[in-house]
């Protein structure tokens, strides 16, 4: 049967769904995969979109070019946060020109790109673990590894400097946050990281050097089609904040359910079987509340029997499709050996993370290390005790404090 627009699905849910900022997405989706896997939602702003919560589904919307990134910027669309999408970014953009962009960080951000900087990445690592060593338990495992490993990588990728991360970790968290930031709040700390990058260009500009804003400069000064300052600084900016609190909180979530789920000490026994779990880790622990970035249809689309109206948004629910029975064996167990294992915990189509073989190779050599040096590793407070940050569009806890 197809349904058609907001009249055929009789009741509107109100999302977000409660919950309490932990790893993990909201029971209801369990249900709304089984019954009803396109649902009517009314947002806290701009009313009410779609919710769609199958693996094949999401996949499809995620795919599917007549689903726009572009069309929400500046729109009041259907959202979870109060500020509206803004101009120039990459995951703000349509083809052509999100490919013409996204084609000039390519190549850095490929698996060999990646792994050319494992070799930095390494001893960036060792000299927090080191430095949790000689300080001894307990320690705050986010302070101390999990929060600056991600910054001093991609501080090291733009050629910016690593002394200034808790200025820009604090701009980013409040881009980040959801619904508590105002819009104004979110300006504020838009305008002051796009500065901080505008003069880092404007230096490279001057004296070029081995990093990638100069590469990204170099790439837009060709024939073809360069980067405007906008594109240029707002990319620099997209990089630096999706390229760091998204692992920053993935290391800190992991460890945690390792430890919880009583895995550390056997996959510290086991360290050929990281890169397995890490895929695993993946698809079980949502990076998010649950869903990715909302969508508009730009004609009327069907989707799982439902038609989506031209003008109409979707949220595609990640956490949900990585969770779906349909694709993955017992999918609600965490299974650190699970191989068929096709999650879209980075998304999937032409915005399918940027980052994502550079956020693999991190969560390696940290989760690596971790687990050799501190085989023993457990929480040194009770876990109803950890602090979680709530209301973020990126989850994990603000303090995970550890022994060994
Ligand atoms: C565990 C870590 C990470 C996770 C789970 C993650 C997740 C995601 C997801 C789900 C998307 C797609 C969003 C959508 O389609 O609506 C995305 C896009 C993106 N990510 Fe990541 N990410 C991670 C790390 C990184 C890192 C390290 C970078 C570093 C540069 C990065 C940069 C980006 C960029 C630039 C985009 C936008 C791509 C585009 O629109 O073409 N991410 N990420």
Redo the contacts with the bound molecule.
């Keep these: 049967m197809v349904y058609s627009g907001i009249d055929a699905v009789d009741e509107v849910l109100d999302y977000p769904f409660p919950d309490d900022g932990k790893p993990g997405i909201p029971a209801e989706f369990h249900q709304l995969r089984a019954t009803c896997p396109v649902q009517r939602a009314r947002l806290p702003f701009g009313g009410e979109g779609w919710l769609v919560s199958r693996h094949a589904d999401v996949k499809a919307v995620?795919g599917d070019p007549r689903f726009s990134?572009a069309a929400t910027v500046d729109a009041d669309i259907p959202r979870t946060t109060q500020w509206r999408t803004q101009p120039g970014?990459?995951?703000?953009?349509d083809a052509p020109d999100?490919t013409r962009v996204?084609r000039l960080?390519a190549g850095v951000?490929s698996r060999k790109g990646a792994e050319r900087l494992r070799p930095r990445t390494t001893e960036i690592v060792e000299e927090l673990v080191g430095g949790m060593r000689a300080a001894g338990p307990p320690a705050d495992l986010v302070e101390r590894f999990s929060a600056p490993l991600?910054v001093m990588?991609?501080c090291e990728?733009l050629g910016v400097p690593f002394a200034q991360w808790h200025l820009f970790r604090g701009y980013s968290e409040t881009m980040l946050s959801g619904g508590t930031t105002t819009p104004e709040e979110v300006a504020r700390a838009s305008a002051q990281l796009d500065a901080f990058l505008r003069e880092h260009v404007a230096s490279r500009r001057l004296e070029p050097r081995d990093d990638l804003l100069s590469d990204i400069i170099r790439a837009g000064s060709g024939d073809d089609a360069p980067l405007t300052e906008h594109e240029l600084v707002t990319?620099g900016v997209?990089?630096l904040v999706?390229?760091?609190e998204?692992?920053a909180?993935?290391i800190a979530n992991y460890v945690h359910t390792l430890l919880v789920r009583g895995s550390w000490a056997e996959l510290a026994a086991h360290p050929e079987r990281l890169p397995t779990a890490v895929n695993e880790l993946?698809r079980y622990v949502p990076?998010?509340g649950a869903e990715?970035?909302p969508?508009v249809a730009t004609e009327d689309v069907e989707v799982a029997g439902v038609v989506v109206r031209a003008g109409e948004t979707v949220l595609?629910v990640?956490g949900s499709a990585n969770l779906d029975g349909a694709v993955f064996a017992d999918p609600d167990d965490l299974n650190l050996e699970r191989t068929a294992n096709p999650h879209?915990?980075?998304?999937?189509?032409?915005?399918?993370?940027?980052?994502?073989q550079?956020?693999?190779m991190?969560?390696e050599v940290g989760l690596g290390a971790l687990l050799r040096d501190f085989p023993d590793l457990r929480l040194a407070v009770p876990e109803a005790e950890i602090p979680w940050r709530s209301n973020n569009l990126v989850r994990g806890p603000r303090q995970l404090m550890v022994a060994w």
């Design positions: 995620l990134r970014n990459l995951m703000a953009m999100h996204r960080v951000f991600p990588v991609i990728l990319l997209t990089i999706a390229g760091h998204t692992t909180q993935a993946l990076i998010g990715t970035m969508r595609p990640l879209m915990a980075f998304g999937f189509g032409p915005h399918y993370c940027l980052g994502a550079l956020a693999i991190e969560l």
